[in-house]
C-alpha cells in the first residue's frame, strides 16, 4: 500500500492563517460587544448594533458565536479576567486574615460599582439553568466561563482557607462560602444600584428610603467577616 503523501506545507500555512483570521474577527466581535456593554448596557446591547460596530452582518456573528447567550457569556469572561486581577491584587497587599478577606470584598464591590454591565450579564447567566447553558453554549466556551469564574472564586477560597489555617476564620467549607459571598455579592450590587430600601413604618404600611453604594460595600464587607468568623 502506498503511503500517504505528505500534507503541502502551504496547506497548512493557510490553515494556520484562516485560524488566526476567526480568532481575530472573535476578539473584534466581543470587544465591541464590551464596548457596547460599557455604554449602554446587557439590555440594549443588540447583535444588529454589535456587527455593526465591526462592520460585518449578524449573520457572520453567528458564524462564531452558536447565539446570543454564548456570545454574552464569552464577554462576561473579559470582565472576569479584570476582576480576577483586581480581586488578586487586594489579597496581596495584605498579611492579616481579616484585612485580606474585607479588602477582597471590597475590590470585589468597587469593580462591579465602576462596570454595572458586568453585574447584568453574569446575573443574566446565572438566572439560566445548567441544561440550558449546555444546550446553548459550546464546550469551548462553557470552559472559559468556568474558568473565568473559578479564577475570581480561588482567590477568595485561599483567603478564606488561610483565614482558617491560622486560626481566624471558622469555615468549614471556603470553597461554599466563596461561591455564597459571590452571588449575594451580585444581588447587593443590584441594590446599590438601585439605591432603594424598602421597609415597613407599620404593619402593612411600606416604606422606601435610600441607601447608598457605599452603606451596601460596607455591608458586604462586614457580612463575609461575620459569616467567616461565626462560631
Do not use: W
Request: aromatic share 6%; with cysteine; proline share 5%.
Amino acid at each position: 500500500m502506498p503511503p500517504t503523501p505528505a500534507r503541502a506545507p502551504e496547506t497548512d500555512g493557510r490553515r494556520s492563517a484562516a485560524a488566526q483570521r476567526r480568532r481575530a474577527r472573535e476578539r473584534e466581535i466581543l470587544a465591541a460587544t464590551r464596548a457596547l456593554f460599557d455604554e449602554r448596557g446587557v439590555r440594549d446591547a443588540q447583535i444588529e448594533d454589535i456587527a455593526k460596530a465591526v462592520g460585518i452582518n449578524r449573520a457572520i456573528v453567528y458564524r462564531h458565536f452558536t447565539g446570543k447567550e454564548e456570545l454574552f457569556a464569552l464577554t462576561l469572561v473579559g470582565y472576569l479576567d479584570e476582576l480576577r486581577t483586581a480581586l488578586a491584587e487586594a489579597a496581596a497587599a495584605h498579611e492579616d486574615a481579616r484585612d485580606r478577606l474585607e479588602a477582597i470584598v471590597g475590590a470585589f464591590v468597587d469593580y462591579g460599582l465602576a462596570y454595572p454591565a458586568f453585574i447584568d450579564c453574569a446575573q443574566t447567566l446565572m438566572r439560566r439553568r445548567g441544561p440550558e447553558l449546555l444546550d446553548e453554549m459550546s464546550e469551548s466556551a462553557l470552559f472559559r466561563l468556568g474558568r473565568g469564574i473559578s479564577g475570581c472564586l480561588a482567590t477568595l477560597t485561599s483567603a478564606l482557607q488561610a483565614g482558617v489555617d491560622s486560626g481566624d476564620f471558622r469555615v468549614s467549607d471556603p470553597s461554599l462560602l466563596a461561591n455564597t459571598l459571590y452571588a449575594s455579592g451580585l444581588g447587593a450590587l443590584q441594590l446599590a444600584r438601585v439605591g432603594i430600601l424598602v421597609d415597613e413604618a407599620a404593619p402593612g404600611i411600606p416604606s422606601v428610603g435610600e441607601i447608598s453604594p457605599q452603606q451596601v460595600k460596607d455591608y458586604l464587607v462586614a457580612s463575609a467577616t461575620a459569616l467567616a468568623t461565626m462560631p
